[in-house]
Every structure is written in C-alpha cells, then in structure tokens.
C-alpha cells in the first residue's frame, strides 16, 4: 500500500475488517464497541497551531486558547499570525513560549522555508522529519498530525502512552510492553497500523478506568502509570488527557463527526 495514501472511511472500514482477521484481541474491541471513528483533522496551518497549542494543557484550554487567538488575529493564517508581537500574542492567552512557536510557524510559510501543503507529498518518515525541524513541533505533534491531519495508514505514534497501556490491557499482558516488544506486534498490523491505533483509542476512551498520571517520556518495561482516584473521560486530544466522563455506550454509537478524537498519551512537542 502507498505510504502516502489518505484514510478516508472507506479505507478505515477496510483496515478494520482485515485486522479484526488477524488478531483476535482486536477483533473483540471491534465487537465490544464497533468500529473506531476516523478522527480527522483537516491539513494545514490551523490544525498544526491547534496542536501546538494543546500540549500539555487539557482540550479545553487549547481551544479556548485557539479561539482568543483566532479574535485577536482576525483569522488564524500565516500572514496574520506572522504579524503579530509578543504583546498581541500573549493577549490571547498564549504563554510567552507557545507565542513564539506560533509565530515561528508563521514566519517560515511566509517566508517560504516550509509548505505544509508539500507533506502530502513525502512518505512518513520524511514528513515527520519535516515537521520535527519546526521550532515546537516534537515526536508527539508530529505524530498526531500524520495520524489525524495527514491520515496515514500505516503510521504508528510510538510514543503514545495511551496506546501502549491499551495494548496492555487488549493483549492481556501483566506489565506494560517495551518498545521492542511494541515492535513486534504492530509489524503484524501493518499495512494498517494507524486503524489498529484507532481500534486501541476506542478501547481506550470507551472503558472505565482511573486517570493515568503520566509524563512525556518513551514507554518502556520500567514506566508503570501511576492511577489517581479520578475516572478516566473521554477526551478528542489525548485519551490520557481527556476530560468528560466516559460512557461504553456513548462511544458505540459515536460517528465521524460526533466522536471525540484521541489526541495521544504524549504532549511534549
């Protein structure tokens, strides 16, 4: 399969029948909660700000943050945003930090060194490289924009906490797996490894569970996730970070456009 090829519904519906063949831990997700949504994000300048501005705050913040920004600026685009000062920024709740992350954006479309439009194009590794080089944009945004803005197939956010302790409790494993171990069972997943991390994130979001307290380290057979007495919600970011109660059958019924979107357990970049 191309590396590059979009998941539409289509294609999920496709990937979801052919892993629920193979592994049968998926399979019984699937038939516990159905089939997971798409959780798409349009491609772009928006989409990267809103990401940038979600890390390490809940989904609420972020959107608030975005939507002050968007006041401000009279319209989230490069040209706008890039015109911006600290003062202006900074007014619309944006930490001095994140402020210039936006900005830095901003200014290199502007000025032609980055094309968000041109990822589309790249395999996955190249397009996440690319990414990475931009100042506040770590593993982790990367990682949700070539699932969620870039619909990659057959990508697989390894950093993702969220996923590895839902792997952990689908597999039934006693520990949570290292990263070789991780290696080894989503290579049996591919060419479809980003519907089997949508199949974990509906598993995640759609069990009970207490909060999991986690930091924006790598999984490995050491980290254990401390539990807090606070029920995990739901959440479109992070399934980790989410904030509304969950409900089984909430998410049973969810659609493309009413489900909440995972935003992955990490938020360091």
Do not use: C
């Not at 945003?81 to 210039?100: E, F, M, P, V």
């Not at 199949?199 to 057979?221: E, Q």
Request: overall charge positive; aromatic content about 4%; glycine content about 8%.
């Amino acid at each position: 399969m191309n590396e590059t090829r979009r998941l539409t519904d289509e294609l999920l519906a496709v990937g979801v029948a052919e892993l629920s063949q193979r592994d049968p831990h998926l399979a019984a997700v699937v038939a516990r909660h159905g089939a997971p949504p798409l959780w798409d994000r349009p491609p772009g300048f928006e989409t990267l700000v809103q990401i940038i501005l979600e890390q390490q705050v809940s989904l609420a913040s972020g959107r608030a943050a975005y939507a002050r920004l968007e006041t401000v600026a009279g319209g989230v685009t490069p040209e706008r945003i890039a015109r911006l000062d600290d003062t202006a920024l900074q007014s619309a709740g944006l930490t001095r930090q994140k402020a210039s992350y936006v900005r830095g954006l901003a200014e290199v479309i502007v000025g032609g060194e980055f094309d968000p439009e041109g990822l589309a194009n790249l395999d996955d590794d190249s397009a996440r490289a690319a990414l990475i080089k931009l100042r506040g944009v770590g593993a982790w945004t990367a990682d949700i924009y070539l699932l969620m803005a870039l619909g990659r197939s057959d990508f697989w956010p390894a950093g993702d906490l969220a996923l590895v302790a839902a792997m952990r409790e689908v597999k039934r494993m006693r520990s949570l797996p290292d990263a070789d171990r991780i290696g080894r069972i989503t290579r049996a997943w591919r060419p479809w490894r980003a519907v089997a991390a949508r199949v974990l994130w509906h598993h995640y979001l759609s069990t009970p569970r207490r909060r999991l307290r986690v930091s924006g380290a790598k999984p490995s057979s050491r980290r254990t996730a401390a539990p807090s007495r606070r029920p995990v919600p739901k959440g479109p970011r992070s399934a980790i970070r989410s904030r509304k109660p969950s409900r089984a059958s909430a998410a049973a019924a969810s659609s493309k456009r009413g489900a909440r979107r995972p935003r992955g357990g990490r938020t360091r970049g």
